[in-house]
């Protein structure tokens, strides 16, 4: 079945990201998002009051996506007695594959690494999607995995700076080698060297 084709404000909003994370926020027009969306410029109007409120919007859907799977997440954390090997890596690439390689969220990272040294704005934006939001959400994720007695330490906000390093390294170098299999070695010495029951050790 076919899908429906996107919205105009929707097109509005991944044409004006996909060109402010190109070329900066501020080297981007109006009149540029009309063209490359194929409207006349009096049409963007309709649906924004200008390029500030395109902006605001996207953050905003950003914001929404990330609420949404974190809510996701931790409903399943919730439910979980014991978080094994296979879980923890998978759980894991999953981060790294829907929240830094995330179409919008690396495209608003970009756009946000562009600006961020002639706006304080977008150097406080650029931090809070870095490192707040991820770290904020992995410190809360730890302190469940310590209180279910999965993990020995007793510090989460350690174990999840630990946990981001590894993620935000294979990020980095995410265009020269295989993300996911890259990941996964390096998570399984993270809960082998943190959690790692008896039972659940190579044999």
């Known amino acids: 079945m076919a899908q429906n084709p996107p919205d105009t404000r929707e097109r509005l ?5 996909e060109l402010f994370s190109q070329r900066g926020y501020h080297a981007v027009s109006i009149r540029d998002i009309a063209s490359a969306v194929g409207i006349r410029e009096a049409s963007i109007y309709h649906h924004f009051s200008g390029k500030e409120a395109l902006l605001q919007a996207i953050f905003f859907r950003a914001e929404e996506y990330i609420a949404a799977w974190k809510t996701r997440f931790d409903a399943a954390l919730s439910q979980a007695s014991r978080v094994s090997r296979e879980d923890f890596i998978t759980s894991g690439i999953f981060y790294l594959e829907h929240y830094f390689l995330h179409p919008d ?9 562009m600006e961020k040294r002639s706006s304080p704005q977008a150097a406080e934006m650029y931090q809070r999607f870095l490192f707040a939001v991820p770290l904020e959400h992995q410190q809360q994720a730890f302190a469940h995995l310590i209180r279910t007695g999965c993990f020995m330490a007793d510090d989460a906000r350690l174990l999840a700076d630990e946990y981001q390093a590894l993620v935000l390294y294979v ?8 993300a996911a299999a890259r990941l996964a070695t390096l998570l399984d010495r993270f809960y082998l060297a943190h959690c790692a029951p008896k039972e659940d050790l190579p044999k």
């Open 171 to 178: 990020f980095q170098q995410k265009d020269s080698l295989d």
């Open 105 to 113: 969220i690396g495209r608003i990272l970009d756009l946000l690494a």
């Open 13 to 17: 909003l991944e044409t004006a990201l």
